[in-house]
């Protein structure tokens, strides 16, 4: 494969692994069989079939159930609700924007596909970042950031005003990210 810059590299095809059949073809080879493809793959050494075999064998038995323990629900939208969540291995707190596959129509698919590249290249300090998307037969669930500052409505409701200062530090965060972002 000639990837080696994520940036500079747009995949042509994508193919969900999860629940695949994941088996060796002879010492330095694999086969990956989903319902939509089957492919395979030989490594370049016997140290990376290994490698790549033992990522893979992660990769396609993930669930999002064995993963993360969802909380408390925290937003809703026309098509998902965000709940917390914590990872049951790390403990580390998440938001999980949980997209529920029967709510979308084929338009839509489309729309959250191109949402979900976007997420999964977006790495700023003033952006949201997303750790994790799993693509579950009902749902897709899509693990970010947990954010702890509340609503900027709230903060400006409760201190009643935003000096000029305040509101300059806020608005060139937001700046900064929306920069990045196009």
Not at 32 to 52: G, H, N, Y
Not at 98 to 118: G, M, N, Q, T, Y
Request: charged share 30%; hydrophobic share 40%; aromatic share 10%.
């Amino acid at each position: 494969s000639n990837y080696t810059n994520r940036e500079a590299f747009e995949p042509t095809w994508r193919l969900n692994i999860l629940g695949a059949q994941l088996e060796r073809v002879g010492k330095r080879g694999f086969r990956i069989t989903t319902t939509e493809r089957k492919l395979e793959f030989v490594a370049p050494s016997d140290k990376e079939a290994e490698d790549w075999f033992v990522a893979l064998s992660q990769a396609v038995s993930r669930s999002f159930e064995r993963d993360y323990e969802l909380g408390s629900k925290i937003g809703e939208g026309a098509f998902a609700v965000v709940y917390d969540a914590y990872d049951k291995v790390t403990g580390e707190q998440a938001a999980v924007k949980v997209i529920r596959k029967a709510s979308l129509d084929p338009a839509d698919f489309a729309l959250l596909a191109r949402e979900v590249h976007i997420l999964l290249t977006v790495q700023h300090p003033n952006c949201v970042e997303t750790y994790d998307i799993y693509d579950a037969p009902d749902a897709i669930y899509i693990v970010m950031e947990k954010m702890k500052g509340g609503e900027l409505f709230d903060r400006i409701a409760v201190a009643g005003a935003f000096s000029e200062r305040d509101a300059a530090h806020v608005f060139r965060q937001l700046m900064r990210g929306v920069a990045y972002l196009h």
